[in-house]
T-cell receptor, first 113, second 112 residues
Framework: AQSVTQLGSHVSVSEGALVLLRCNYS??????LFWYVQYPNQGLQLLLK??????LVKGINGFEAEFKKSETSFHLTKPSAHMSDAAEYFC???????????FGKGTMLLVSP | DAGITQSPRHKVTETGTPVTLRCHQT?????MYWYRQDPGHGLRLIHY???????DKGEVSDGYSVSRSKTEDFLLTLESATSSQTSVYFC???????????FGQGTRLTVV
């Protein structure tokens, strides 16, 4: 079985501040982890993914995430928020033997000037 | 949209009527999925397909059926629409198990 918990349905930051969106997962097999972003009235777009190898993963738009097995976490960070980062972010988990993604409930990122 | 097109994009229908949503992909992906997105629930899997005529249920399959007669098309049918099926529906597809899924733009369905 798989599950994803995203801490905080809404996160507010100021432009230029650090962005930290939290994701914890559970999986009975080695996980594959994903972060997706959704802009208003659009579909989901992949930001980054972890499958195997390096635990620090870099994605698009300056985002990165670190897979920490001991903490069962895959938090998303960006050093400096931009107004255009305002969107909803979803963490998802899959794993060997599973053909489907399980999503968290999402975190809305609000960026203020 | 990575070659995934959903139709219609918006639909309003009456309670008790059948509704079919269509997902069309041009990338020859083997796997296709239907999710619904509701506030506070994220995306929940309705049904998925792992090949032509091969489908399986997801987390919230009650009241929905699917069909896949061709690799490129995956249809979602609400046999008798209810107000609880008002939602935004997303189609997704990927080539292999565990790889990145590409999403369509979504269909906003309102059941009145």
């Amino acid at each position: 079985a798989q599950s994803v918990t995203q801490l905080g349905s809404h996160v507010s930051v100021s432009e230029g501040a650090l962005v930290l969106l939290r994701c914890n997962y559970s999986s009975s097999v080695p996980p594959y982890l994903f972060w997706y972003v959704q802009y208003p009235n659009q579909g989901l777009q992949l930001l980054l993914k972890y499958t195997t190898g390096a635990t620090l993963v870099k994605g698009i738009n300056g985002f990165e995430a670190e897979f920490k097995k001991s903490e069962t976490s895959f938090h998303l960070t960006k050093p400096s928020a931009h107004m255009s980062d305002a969107a909803e972010y979803f963490c998802a988990v899959s794993g060997k033997g599973y053909s489907t993604l399980t999503f968290g409930k999402g975190t809305m990122l609000l960026v203020s000037p | 949209d990575a070659g995934i097109t959903q139709s219609p994009r918006h639909k309003v229908t009456e309670t008790g009527t059948p509704v079919t949503l269509r997902c069309h992909q041009t990338e020859n992906h083997r796997y296709m999925y239907w999710y619904r997105q509701d506030p506070g629930h994220g995306l929940r899997l309705i049904h998925y397909s792992y090949g032509v005529k091969d489908t399986d249920k997801g987390e919230v399959s009650d009241g929905y059926s699917v069909s896949r007669s061709k690799t490129e098309d995956f249809l979602l049918t609400l046999e008798s629409a209810t107000s609880s099926q008002t939602s935004v529906y997303f189609c997704a597809a990927n080539r292999d198990m565990n790889t990145e899924a590409f999403f369509g733009q979504g269909t906003r369905l309102t059941v009145v």
